[in-house]
């Protein structure tokens, strides 16, 4: 299965004219907001803010939520940014890889070679030469990506691909692996049923809380609670 397929990126909001500061020039800037809901079967749930600056021709993408635990919170507020090329219509990001160390610290790695560029991004993402992409050669700066100008879905799946799937503690075949199994555990239920089964476990609990002259949600807990002890 493909795995990127499992990335599931839904604008939530867009902001035709906004403001935000850019750390690297020091200033406020203004142009495009877009923010986005993300659930990434590997990592978790994310909210991604993007900043468009069509005068310089870059987006800056923030994660502004990350999923819960150590090494993700380390993230939130972590911004790439993605400037133009040399390439029309096209926009390069410096490939740099997260880690953690083992107090869960983390860092971020320049990639040298092409060879250290995960399979995921190789396969899926047009990546070159630093220096044909731009022109122009620096120091640290080898390896980059190429996307679109206009497909921020694509430059959030990479920062999950650089930032936080680098530091996952399970992998992308483990990970399927586990929903697969859940998926063949779960009962499978007709969509016609379920209203009928929904009805029915109200009925009964609202019969429970009578009973027992409490409220309806009281009786919910007190049912979950006994079924949890059994």
Not at 1 to 16: G, S
Not at 103 to 125: C, G, M, N, Q, W
Not at 129 to 135: D, H, I, S, V
Not at 169 to 197: A, G, N
């Amino acid at each position: 299965m493909h795995y990127l397929n499992q990335i599931k990126i839904t604008q939530v909001e867009e902001r035709p004219n906004d403001a935000w500061f850019d750390l690297s020039l020091r200033q406020i800037r203004e142009g495009e907001v877009r923010f986005y809901r993300v659930k990434d079967f590997l990592t978790g749930n994310w909210l991604f803010k993007t900043c468009s600056d069509k005068e310089l021709t870059k987006v800056m993408v923030k994660a502004l939520k990350c999923p819960p635990g150590k090494r993700f919170a380390q993230l939130e507020g972590k911004t790439m940014v993605f400037q133009k090329s040399e390439i029309e219509g096209q926009l390069y990001d410096v490939i740099s890889l997260t880690h953690a160390d083992e107090s869960d610290r983390l860092h971020r790695k320049i990639v040298y070679s092409a060879e250290e560029i995960p399979t995921t991004i190789r396969e899926h993402f047009r990546t070159m030469p630093y220096e044909e992409a731009t022109g122009k050669r620096a120091p640290g700066k080898n390896w980059v990506t190429i996307s679109k100008a206009d497909d921020e879905k694509s430059m959030i799946t990479l920062f999950l691909l650089e930032r936080a799937w680098t530091i996952s503690k399970v992998s992308p075949d483990e990970k399927m692996e586990t929903i697969s199994q859940r998926k063949k555990l779960k009962p499978q239920v007709p969509l016609y049923v379920r209203p009928r089964i929904e009805r029915e476990i109200h009925a009964k609990v609202k019969a429970h809380a009578h009973a027992n002259k409490t409220g309806v949600s009281e009786a919910y807990r007190s049912l979950i609670e006994s079924a949890l002890r059994s």
